[in-house]
């Protein structure tokens, strides 16, 4: 595919040129209407992640739109997001946002996108689906982006890597419930449920930036502290202890213990919920 320098034009060529293909502008389309690209490179979607995503679509509906090509007045072909058009099928969805393409509009869509980049009044979010639409639709490496627009590819990365972040914490962000910064703290966790708790507690608290950055390292210590007990070797009686504590409190255990018999148990949780659950059962143990 030839990739056109289009950022030479005046500004006045590329806004004139943009309003043909305004690219805020989105369509409901029934999903009966809808078929999938035979030339999709990814053949296998995990079953369980499809779930997940659908059950986000059904508390709060779909937050990034899929694009899709015009074939007639009853038919449309989906560029980018059959993911999210398959979950959006096992959340009993009806109809789905959607962006419109024709066929042959590659280089309007790149000015259109790059001219909406340059707004100012632009959320993270919207940032972020306008750096990976033009990666996925015009088939651009973060690299070929960094040069395109002018921006280093670290920055890049940062935005489009807020789309892997739960749909509730990305709208969040897009309501300036939480700052970016805060997104980008949340992000270096790879448990969702872990990312939702923190989320809850940004807004219950109003945790800065530098708090988050706090909280996200010493849970990172500490599940590397945790994934390091889970290699070491435990004699068999003690491995039947770290079994039975298990189902005690229903939550993984950290059992270690040197030569000399000394040792410590960790147990982990990953709510305030959880964690007062443990406490009960402690309690009621004494």
Not at 155 to 165: G, M, P, V
Request: proline content about 2%.
């Amino acid at each position: 595919m030839v990739k056109r320098n289009v950022l030479g034009r005046g500004l006045g060529a590329l806004i004139d040129d943009a309003e043909k293909i305004q690219s805020a502008s989105i369509n409901e389309i029934e999903l009966n209407k809808i078929e999938a690209n035979p030339f999709q490179p990814r053949s296998n979607f995990d079953k369980e992640t499809l779930e997940e995503l659908a059950a986000s679509i059904r508390e709060i509906g779909l937050i990034q739109p899929i694009t899709l090509r015009k074939i007639n007045n009853e038919k449309y072909q989906i560029i980018a997001g059959e993911r999210r058009f398959r979950a959006a099928h096992i959340a009993g969805l009806k109809s789905i946002p959607a962006y419109i393409r024709k066929a042959n509009d590659d280089g309007m869509l790149e000015i259109a996108l790059v001219e909406n980049i340059q707004r100012e009044n632009l959320d993270a979010i919207e940032i972020a689906v306008s750096y990976q639409r033009l990666m996925d639709e015009l088939e651009f490496t973060q690299e070929e982006l960094s040069v395109r627009i002018g921006k280093k590819r670290s920055t890049i990365a940062n935005y489009t890597r807020l789309l892997k972040l739960p749909a509730v914490i990305q709208k969040g962000l897009r309501e300036k419930a939480i700052s970016m910064g805060h997104a980008r703290a949340i992000i270096n966790i790879d448990n969702e449920d872990t990312q939702k708790m923190i989320y809850t507690q940004i807004l219950r608290y109003g945790f800065s930036v530098r708090k988050v950055e706090e909280i996200v390292r010493d849970l990172n210590s500490d599940e590397q502290k945790n994934n390091k007990l889970k290699k070491e070797k435990l004699p068999n009686e003690y491995q039947e202890i770290k079994k039975q504590l298990g189902e005690i409190f229903n939550s993984h255990i950290g059992f270690s213990m040197n030569d000399k018999g000394k040792g410590k148990i960790v147990i982990t949780f990953k709510s305030p919920e959880e964690l007062g659950k443990i406490v009960k059962i402690i309690e009621n143990k004494n």
